[in-house]
């Protein structure tokens, strides 16, 4: 048997005056197949079209295209070419004709400025798109049954601006309610919502 002698040795890790086994013990790692990775959430159309603006809007893209479906209505239909201020006024509502001009206007210079952000000229246009549907199923059809105006203003409220409101979620247009009133009028002012009595008129399509 051979005999080791070691001396004044500094030991900063293992010391041995033989061998040393380091042989290490498996461990059994879990299946990759086995993992459980949880799906996305679902997203709803405007959630979609949120995520798109604020990626526009973090990567300062400006892409000067006007979108298919807001350029829509931005054109007049073809034969209908009294303003605003005339169609409410031969739809009986004189009363709300000064409100209704500075509401669209102000809309007008809103989208205006998002003029080079597709993605908020999407969400507009899916809004406009809403209020059309939302008038011509339940407005106008009580504007040809002669309803009072009081009525018409109460279900504007209940039935077109609470809704369109309840789809802007965490609104990072931060869309007002006056701005929704003005997308209406804007509507209006374009000859696509018709406000007078006559049940042979129908908002354009």
Not at 53 to 59: D, F, G
Not at 157 to 174: A, C, G, K, Q
Not at 176 to 199: I, Q, R, S, Y
């Amino acid at each position: 048997m051979q005999e080791i002698v070691q001396k004044s040795n500094k030991v900063l890790g293992d010391q041995a005056a033989g061998n040393i086994d380091k042989s290490t013990t498996n461990i059994e790692i879990e299946s990759v197949e086995n993992l459980v990775i949880p799906r996305p959430a679902s997203t709803s159309p405007m959630s979609r079209m949120i995520a798109k603006y604020r990626a526009e809007t973090e990567k300062d893209c400006e892409i000067k295209v006007m979108i298919d479906r807001l350029q829509r209505w931005h054109c007049r239909p073809v034969g209908d070419v009294i303003g605003l201020e005339e169609k409410l006024r031969n739809g009986g509502r004189p009363d709300i004709v000064d409100t209704a001009v500075a509401a669209k206007d102000r809309f007008s210079k809103i989208l205006t400025k998002h003029e080079y952000s597709p993605a908020a000229q999407e969400i507009y246009a899916y809004l406009l798109a809403k209020i059309h549907q939302l008038f011509s199923m339940i407005i106008f059809p009580q504007i040809c049954r002669c309803s009072k105006p009081e009525e018409i203003n109460r279900l504007l409220v209940t039935d077109v601006y609470d809704r369109i409101e309840h789809l802007l979620e965490d609104n990072p247009l931060e869309i007002t309610p006056e701005e929704v009133m003005g997308m209406l009028f804007w509507l209006t002012g374009n000859c696509h919502l018709k406000w007078k009595n006559d049940a042979h008129l129908q908002p354009s399509v």
